[in-house]
């Protein structure tokens, strides 16, 4: 069974950091792009960074140069490390690789 859980959400104050994980397991982790998106409350969920099988990123304009997306293949995990967040980058965040969606965990930005 294929299956994605992220952690590492939690409230934070404007400026604050924090670092999301996506462990992966039941699937092949290496061969896969992975994605992170997030959905605000009442907005479509969109994306916000993705990574290639050989660790190309790639980063939706307003998180570029605060966000960092890797992954360690030997720990089935991808990473997003978020930094000097915004209040509009309170969301829930998902990952997704291989057609698969995780549950999400929620990002709050607020003082």
């Known amino acids: 069974q294929v299956q994605l859980v992220e952690s590492g959400g939690g409230l934070v104050q404007p400026g604050g950091s924090l670092r999301l994980s996506c462990v992966a397991s039941g699937i092949t982790f290496s061969i896969f792009a992975m994605g992170w998106y997030r959905q605000a409350p009442g907005k479509q969920r969109e994306w916000v960074a993705g990574?290639?099988?050989?660790?190309?990123?790639n980063y939706e304009n307003s998180v570029k140069g605060r966000f960092t997306i890797s992954r360690d293949n030997a720990k089935n995990t991808v990473y997003l490390q978020m930094n000097s967040l915004k209040p509009e980058d309170t969301a829930v965040y998902y990952c997704n690789g291989a057609n698969v969606w995780g549950q999400g965990t929620q990002v709050t930005v607020s003082s």
């Open positions: 990574i290639s099988t050989g660790g190309i990123t």
